[in-house]
């Protein structure tokens, strides 16, 4: 095992690093600088390039002399009558998709004021906003600098905008650079050569990741066996809002929700086009759930709906959910899912009820509507009846190691046991090294102790989002510690690698883990190895055959002959109006693939009429209805494909 000597493990490192790539890299050199794309100093009098974001009549931008940084102009945005008016700048109209950009700006209010940059895309329809930079508070010119930003091809109106107080705004020195890309280290061994025949090793990305070149380099040569989407597979990813109170509209059914995989979609076909296996995370969490789903019609102020609807919700949610995603994706590797994640707190109680954002992030809207943890037998029960064959299912949590918690796991996972519906514990593993290895917690015997007892269930492990934190503004001193720790940790998780699948690392490089503040990944901002990840490495073999992902080839529907010859149709012959719209409402929309679910598989209750029937068998069409019509809806839905009817 361990401790053997180095000098074979980098004598190796070359052969190791395996190409799964996509594009090919082409890479700045060392000293390159970012390449200026665009730059506003607004001397001119020009701030055509900006628009006014928020809609209202009154805002107006113009160039002023009013205040500047550099020369006598800046833009001013006057008049605006909400905080998140301002002037917004457009990228996807003049940059390129999957490319890292820099912006630079500065920012002032007239008088004291609190300002944000802040990026909005929309994709499938659905308009999303995030911060990128808050907290800047001041009479004076405040700065932003060198925040990356970045799209895919899937975002439409992608804009980096200025909110923030009504009062007016000035934008000086606004600044787009590309990000050079780096070339990573390629003389140390890789992650998933040096462990993958042990245990699978991966990370979790944003799309945003898929940009980066250099952060792509070192999934490739590190983390190919298993990829985990950082937030885009989570329930207030996938449900979608409009679509679900449009079938209610429509069916009067509020317990069909309706899905989309439109925010998932780059790092899907990432995997599919890399043939990298997917972890999937999360169906059913407390957290990152609306609260819209466990109302009444999906309303946002509606009542809590009853036990029994939500467990008609939560078992339609995740049939349509496996359903889809092996439908789209029938050739990625959907190893393991997180079914149930937190439900458990640290003294071995469930949570709160109440509504997420409630006083304090712990409230559970699934306590409020089954009154203690009872959904999670059903949760495991329905994600066994509907997971594709080989997807095995996970309890997944963080602070596993705590006793309280630990044992109200232990407890619910010999219980699914008996019931032959769980398959393993997600251990999220996010500690927290400290100043020293005795003030780490856990310590690595707390640790070993956790891995220990739930070996003994006779259930997988997987480590499922492993991360280390130093203090804040880390020296030296506390990065050593990192890597002691870091080492102590791994040859714990090495020593149970019998019933350890896979250990997942909570991202790539430090400044874009959600702990940055605290260093707490293998590779910094710069994609070089930290000294956390020599330490665990250190000592440890190259082995002689270095895994790889096999391709999946997915199995084929089983088809039987007919036995009899097919009976002619007596009603008349109904001309299709258009392909897709089987619920006759003249568009077609994920509300369709729907409703032919539905009348698959509950006809007495959703059948279609007649012509909707016909306009709905768009694959293969003569061929009768077939989850395959609804699929094919999807499919268009989420641009796979572009018109019906399709023949396969
Ligand atoms: O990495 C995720 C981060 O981007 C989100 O802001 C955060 C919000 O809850 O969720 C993070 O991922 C969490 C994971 O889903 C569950 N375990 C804890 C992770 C870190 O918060």
Same mark, same amino acid.
């Given at each position: 095992m361990r401790k053997s000597h180095i000098t074979k493990v980098m004598a190796m490192a070359l052969a190791a690093s395996l190409a799964v790539g996509t594009a090919p890299a082409v890479y700045a050199a060392d000293t390159a600088e970012p390449k200026v794309v665009y730059s506003f100093d607004f001397e001119d009098g020009d701030v055509s390039a900006f628009t006014n974001r928020g809609g209202d009549d009154t805002t107006e931008l113009s160039a002023s002399k009013d205040a500047a940084v550099s020369g006598e102009t800046a833009l001013l945005a006057s008049g605006r009558s909400e905080s998140w008016n301002g002037p917004a700048f457009r990228l996807d109209d003049k940059l390129e998709p999957y490319t890292e950009y820099y912006i630079s700006a500065k920012i002032k209010g007239r008088y004291y004021t609190g300002a944000m940059m802040s990026f909005q895309y929309t994709v499938d329809g659905e308009t999303k906003y995030s911060n990128l930079v808050q907290n800047l508070n001041g009479s004076d010119w405040m700065s932003v600098e060198r925040v990356k930003v970045s799209f895919t091809e899937d975002m439409e109106g992608v804009y980096v905008y200025f909110e923030g107080g009504s009062d007016d705004l000035f934008i000086d020195d606004f600044v787009v650079e590309e990000v050079p890309a780096v070339e990573i280290e390629q003389d140390i061994p890789g992650l998933a050569a040096m462990f993958g025949n042990d245990f699978k090793v991966g990370t979790a990305l944003v *799309?945003?990741? %898929? !940009? !980066?070149r250099s952060t792509m380099d070192l999934v490739e040569k590190h983390f190919y066996q298993s990829l985990t989407a950082g937030n885009e597979m989570k329930p207030d990813s996938v449900l979608n809002k409009a679509a679900c109170q449009a079938y209610v509209e429509e069916t009067g059914d509020d317990t069909v929700p309706q899905i989309s995989f439109g925010a998932a979609k780059p790092l899907l076909n990432y995997c599919r086009n890399n043939n990298v296996p997917m972890r999937i995370h999360t169906l059913v969490w407390h957290s990152q759930t609306p609260d819209w789903f466990f109302k009444e019609n999906y309303a946002d102020d509606g009542e809590w709906v009853s036990k029994e609807k939500m467990l008609l919700r939560m078992e339609n949610y995740i049939k349509v959910f496996f359903e889809t995603l092996t439908e789209l994706y029938p050739t990625v590797d959907f190893y393991a899912c997180d079914v149930v994640n937190e439900a458990w707190l640290e003294d071995g109680k469930p949570r709160q009820p109440g509504e997420q954002g409630s006083g304090g992030s712990a409230k559970s809207a699934w306590v409020q509507v089954f009154g203690d943890n009872s959904f999670i037998e059903p949760a495991f029960t329905y994600a066994r009846k509907y997971a594709p064959e080989g997807c095995k299912l996970y309890y997944n949590d963080y602070n596993e190691y705590m006793d309280g918690k630990m044992n109200a796991i232990i407890d619910m996972a010999k219980d699914l046991k008996e019931k032959g519906v769980i398959d393993g514990i997600g251990m999220q593993s996010h500690l927290d090294a400290r100043q020293s290895l005795d003030a780490a917690f856990p310590s690595v015997a707390m640790y070993n102790n956790a891995l220990n007892k739930y070996s003994e269930l006779g259930l997988d492990i997987q480590v499922t989002e492993l991360d280390v934190t130093t203090p804040e503004n880390p020296k030296d001193a506390d990065f050593a510690v990192q890597a002691a720790y870091y080492e102590g940790i791994w040859d714990a998780i090495y020593a149970h690698k019998d019933n350890i699948s896979a250990v997942i690392l909570w991202g790539v490089t430090d400044d874009q883990s959600w702990r940055a503040k605290q260093? *707490?990944? %293998?590779?910094d901002a710069e994609y070089k190895a930290k000294e956390c990840f020599k330490s665990i490495v250190d000592g440890y073999e190259m082995p002689e055959v270095i895994p790889t992902n096999p391709p999946v080839i997915p199995t084929e529907p089983a088809t039987t002959e007919p036995t009899t010859k097919p009976v002619e149709p007596t009603t008349p012959v109904v001309e299709v109006t258009l392909y897709g719209d089987a619920n006759g409402d003249d568009v077609v929309s994920i509300a369709d693939a729907a409703a032919i679910l539905q009348a698959i598989g509950n006809a007495d209750k959703y059948e279609l009429s007649e012509q909707g029937k016909a306009n709905a068998d768009v694959c293969n069409p003569g061929g009768g209805l077939t989850a395959a019509d609804a699929i094919a809806i999807q499919k268009l839905d989420a641009k796979l494909i572009d018109s019906l009817p399709v023949t396969e």
């Open positions: *799309p945003g990741n %898929l !940009s !980066s260093y *707490p990944l %293998l590779f």
